[in-house]
Each structure stands twice: as C-alpha cells, then as structure tokens.
C-alpha cells in the first residue's frame, strides 16, 4: 500500500474517533488530494486537516483545493437533504411505505453528515407502488430518466434519486443475492410510513453490497468506513449477520470484510488474518474501483 493511501485511512480511523493528529510532514499532500479525490473522502479528510495544528505544512494551494471539495459537498449534501423532505412528505401524503437506505441513512451516522458524500438519493418501495409513485412524482415536477428494470431514476433540482423496488438486483459471483435478500421491506422498523432497515439485515446488506461492488470493478475505503460508522451505533447480531451471508455464499467474504474494517478502524471484530490482498484492492481504485483501470480489460477479466 503507498503512503498516501495508508495516511488516508489514518486519517478516517481519526475522523471516527472524533481526535486531532499531527499532519505528517512527509506526507505528499498534492497526492493525497488525489487519492481523497478518488475515494470522495475530500470532506472527511479536511475535517482532520482544518482542525490539525500544524495544517500550515499543507501547500496554500493544495489545501484550498481540500476546503473548495469540503464546501462543494456541503452544498450538495444540502441540496440532497432537501429533496429527501420533499420525498418524505409526498410519499407519506399518498401513503407509500418507503426506506431511504445506503447514503441517504448512514451519512447521518457520521460524526459530521455533511462530510459523508454521496452521488445520488437510493429509496426502497413495494413493487405495488412503483406505477403509483411514478405518477404522483411526475406530477410533482420529478423528471423520469430511466424506467428500465427494478430501479427508476429521477431527477429533482439537480438531484439524482434511484427509486428502488429490490435492494440487490442479479447475481454477485456465485450468490443469487438478489434472492436473500428479497424482503428488505418486511425486515424494517417503521415510523408510520418511514422505514429503516434492522441493524443486523442491514449490515449483511452493506456486506452483500461491497462484494457487488467487487463483482463490477471494486469498493474503495469510503465503503469500508461506512462499516465502521454503522457498527459503532448499533448492537449487531453477528451470528445473524453470517448466517445470512452463509446462505448466499458470501460468509467467507464478510469475514474478511469486517476483519479488514476492524483492523482499519478498530470496530467490529476479526475473522481472519488474510486481508492483505483485499486491502491493495480496496485503497488502489477508488470508491467504485474504477479508477486508474482499463474497464474493458476488467469486463474481460469478469
């Protein structure tokens, strides 16, 4: 792992747990601007930086860079935040039981939200009710920009939002997936209409979700800190965790998941040694694992 990857996670291990470091001077800055760029931990990474009492090492330049990605994804999360009200009220005025989940749920975990980014707003919804929240969308000046499949996507404000009637659509290597985890709405708390997953279901989910990422191209850092934000405010069972990863033929990788997030981030616990390999795959690409890679070459590959 390079230097500046490495100094990354230290970075968000800090951010976590909420302490000031002293930046390190041998630290390439311009470099991990990249990096942080790459894995859209820009916000996060200033959060230590601005708060660090020695910053004035970070070039003039560099770190103005770091403050203009910090404000751009304020303002972002803003206007995201925005159009999840104005999706809470409509699909409550009509009656639709509704989960936001991914992003939209588990940037308000971190010690500071608006820092989490997030590219687009995912919400889960009853097959039933996809025809009916098309239309009263649609008439709410939403603009439908895909209609294809089990995910719709809509635009409000500039805002991208994927309505969802599954949580996990096809296989992920060998796992039918999409089967384990077809009742994500009846594994749910609700608050009238309002729903948030169960800890433990969601956390097979976050699980299920990276080896999804894996499957296409690669998960980067951001995702394995949102493990560790996630477990720190709730009580796992993780004996229900695995079992449900068992049963999709995804235990073995959980287990080098969540041992690679508690060696990161000193959350959860270990589950084997053998991570290394996971941890060049995960700091090398970026949040989506596509960066610096040939994608053809990856597509021929899978």
């Known amino acids: 792992m390079k230097k500046e990857e490495n100094y990354l996670i230290k970075i968000c291990n800090a951010y976590l747990h909420k302490q000031n470091i002293q930046l390190d001077e041998s630290i390439d800055y311009s470099r991990l601007f990249s990096v942080c760029r790459e894995h859209n931990l820009l916000a996060v990474a200033f959060c230590i930086i601005k708060n660090s009492d020695n910053k004035g090492i970070v070039p003039v330049m560099v770190y103005k860079s770091f403050e203009d990605g910090f404000y751009e994804t304020i303002i ?22 509704h989960i936001f989940f991914k ?8 010690p500071v939200p608006e820092a989490r980014a997030m590219g687009d707003i995912d919400i889960l919804i009853e097959p039933k009710s996809r025809d009916t929240v098309k239309s009263i969308l649609l008439s709410k000046g939403f603009e439908l920009k ?20 599954k949580i996990i659509s096809g296989k992920v290597g060998n796992s039918n997936a999409e089967e384990g985890f077809a009742n994500a709405m009846s ?7 309002s729903g948030k997953l169960n800890p433990s279901y969601q956390l097979a989910y976050m699980i299920t979700h990276i080896a999804h990422h894996f499957w296409f191209y690669g998960a980067g850092i951001k995702l394995i800190l949102d493990l560790a934000v996630f477990q720190s405010h709730f009580s796992i069972d993780y ?8 049963k999709i033929n995804l235990k073995h990788f959980g287990e080098v998941i969540l041992s690679l997030c508690a060696k990161w981030f000193e959350i959860g616990g270990s589950y084997t040694d053998n991570t290394v390999d996971t941890e060049e795959f995960v700091v090398s690409f970026g949040a989506f694992g596509n960066a610096r890679r040939n994608k053809a070459a990856v597509v021929e590959r899978k």
């Open 146 to 165: 895909n209609s294809n499949g089990p995910v719709y996507d809509y635009v409000k404000d500039g805002v991208l939002i994927e309505v969802h009637t």
């Open 239 to 246: 004996e229900e965790v695995f079992g449900m990863l068992d």
């Open 187 to 193: 594994n749910a708390s609700y608050n009238g209409l």
């Open 76 to 97: 972002k999360y803003d206007a995201q935040t925005n159009v999840i009200n104005i999706l809470e009220r409509i699909l409550n005025e009509n009656g639709i039981r």
């Open 103 to 110: 992003g939209a749920e588990i940037r308000e975990y971190y």
